[in-house]
C-alpha cells in the first residue's frame, strides 16, 4: 500500500484534491506496475509560511511529497514517477518544479497492513489486492 503524503503551503478546493488524486493513482499504477485499491493519498495543508524550502524562496507554493513504497522499484521508475507527479502538481497549481522535493521510503510488503491481508512484497504486473 503506497501512502504517498503531500504538504503543501496552500489549500486546494476539495474537488482539486480529488482530481489530483485519482491522476496521480493513475501515474503511480502505471509507472510502479501495479493497481490502484491500495494506493493511500494525504494532504496536509499549511499557511504559506509553515513550509520552507531553500530554493523556493518565500513567495512560492511549495510541495514536497513522503511517498512510502514496497522496495523493488528501480531508480528509473521512481525517478519518472517523480517528474510526472512535478508535471502534475505545476499543471494543476502552478508548482515550479524547483519547489518540489520527493522523498522515497522503501518498506518490504509486510510493512503494510490492511484489515483482511497483509501485502506482499511487490512483483512486475500485480495487483495485490485482486483475489
Not at 26 to 50: E, L, P, V, W
Not at 99 to 108: A, G, N, P, S, W
Not at 115 to 128: A, C, F, I, K, N
Request: hydrophobic residues 35%; proline residues 5%.
Amino acid at each position: 500500500m503506497p501512502h504517498l503524503q503531500f504538504e503543501l503551503n496552500f489549500t486546494p478546493e476539495i474537488s482539486e484534491k480529488h482530481l489530483f488524486a485519482e491522476a496521480v493513482k493513475q501515474h503511480f499504477s502505471s509507472i510502479m506496475s501495479t493497481g490502484t485499491d491500495h494506493i493511500g493519498i494525504t494532504f496536509r495543508c499549511y499557511a504559506k509560511n509553515d513550509l520552507v524550502f531553500g530554493r523556493a524562496g518565500i513567495d512560492g507554493k511549495i510541495a514536497f511529497l513522503n511517498a512510502d513504497i514496497r522496495m523493488g522499484r528501480t531508480p528509473e521508475q521512481k525517478r519518472r514517477l517523480s517528474m510526472e507527479i512535478m508535471t502534475e502538481l505545476n499543471d494543476r497549481w502552478q508548482i515550479p518544479r524547483e519547489h518540489v522535493y520527493v522523498i522515497y521510503t522503501e518498506h518490504d510488503g509486510p510493512d503494510f497492513q490492511l484489515s483482511d491481508r497483509v501485502l506482499p512484497s511487490w512483483q512486475t504486473g500485480e495487483d495485490p489486492l485482486s483475489d
